[in-house]
């Protein structure tokens, strides 16, 4: 275990937990963990790739999807085209590559989300990426351990 990761604490771990779980109430699981996979994966959070992987499996996530979710363009017929919406949306908010999310790609998203399950992805795709930047900067290794099975329903 790194030495940042054994003595930091985080004042804000309660609230992102709360928040967390504001974000995903209703959420489709499935959904929920290709975004939190994705994401962790763009930034390479090895300890939220090792959650989410592990939770994604047992709520019934396929390997395979799981699998392809690096190059989920690719993948033709793993994704619906609600979830290939998502993961584009996950990518721009995750990268703000050109400092904003371009307009096709929220619009794409609009087009497979009501604006109430639109914000809801919106609050995920950000909150992921804090749990991210927070696990990188202390780097908390990926050890793991799900308690209950039904938590990742």
């Known amino acids: 275990m790194s030495k940042r990761a054994a003595k930091i604490k985080l004042p804000v771990v309660t609230a992102l937990q709360q928040a967390t779980e504001a974000a995903s109430q209703g959420m489709n699981v499935h959904l929920k963990y290709l975004v939190m996979i994705r994401a962790s994966q763009i930034n390479h959070c090895a300890y939220c790739i090792d959650m989410h992987i592990k939770e994604a499996k047992l709520a019934g996530e396929t390997d395979e999807r ?88």
């Open 66 to 153: 799981i699998y392809f979710l690096n190059a989920w363009e690719e993948a033709e017929g793993s994704y619906t085209e609600r979830e290939r919406a998502a993961l584009a949306l996950t990518e721009a908010i995750t990268l703000l590559t050109d400092g904003f999310v371009p307009d096709e790609v929220y619009e794409r998203a609009a087009q497979h989300f009501d604006e109430a399950e639109l914000g809801q992805l919106i609050s995920m795709i950000t909150l992921i990426n804090a749990w991210n930047r927070l696990n990188v900067s202390i780097r908390n290794p990926p050890t793991y351990q799900p308690s209950r099975t039904e938590e990742h329903k």
